[in-house]
């Protein structure tokens, strides 16, 4: 799996905000995509799947050599393509259960559910991830603690399957324990076929889970990509030598 952003340019509510983002991901790889506050990096994570308030302005996303630029979020999912969200919304009325259900049969349309099965392997993830087993019989997000939903983001990945997978600020408000289940599954789930981009502010989930590869956004644009030592070298330094760069 290889997803290419070429060039890609996005705007929200009539406001430019990404410009000319370049990015190769292929399978086997972990990215991190650092920057900080403002520069866009959740912009991009939300034109990546698809969301309908974010309007591409130039560019194009191909994944695995066909151009998703303008597909659906639902064909982007069912082409393999999954975002954490940096601040995940309750569905009230939507138990988590059902949830996952539709979401996994859209995305398995071939794969009969039986839903008992279905629903022990929901509970054998949330153990994995922290959550109690009881939170299988409750809304989406409904009244969920910000490491709560973080754990939820996890475990959905954990049962839908994805292939490339960005995860944006998964490390944010979590505790050194929640932080640690998260790089260990991310490590236990990663393989050849799954492709990474962990956006981040900070350096410490890196320290868990090493990227390959780093880049940097500044103002809607890439101002520079390296290797996990310009991770180290942003911790040490911050941002503020990259805005003149870009
Ligand atoms: P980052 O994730 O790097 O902190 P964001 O992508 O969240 O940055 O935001 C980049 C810019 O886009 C900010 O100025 C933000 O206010 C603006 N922005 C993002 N999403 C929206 C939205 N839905 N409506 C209006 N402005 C938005
Ligand atoms: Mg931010
Ligand atoms: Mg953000």
Redesign the pocket.
Known sequence: MILEIRNLSAS??D?Q?LKDVNLKIGGGEIHALM??????????G?VLIGHP?YKITGGQIILDGKDITYATPEERARAGLFLAF?SPVAVEGVRISTFLRIAYSHLHPDEKIVISEFNKRIKEAMKTVGLDESFISRSVNDGFSGGERKRFEILQMLILKPKMIIL?EIDSGLDVDALRMVAEQLKKYFSKDVGYLI?THYQRILKDIEPQFVHV?VNGTIAINGDKSLSDKIEENGYDWLKEVA
């Not at 920057?35 to 991009?44: D, F, H």
């Open positions: 929200v509510e406001k905000i920057g900080p506050n403002g520069a866009g990096k959740s912009t991009l939300n308030d940096q944006d956006i956004l």
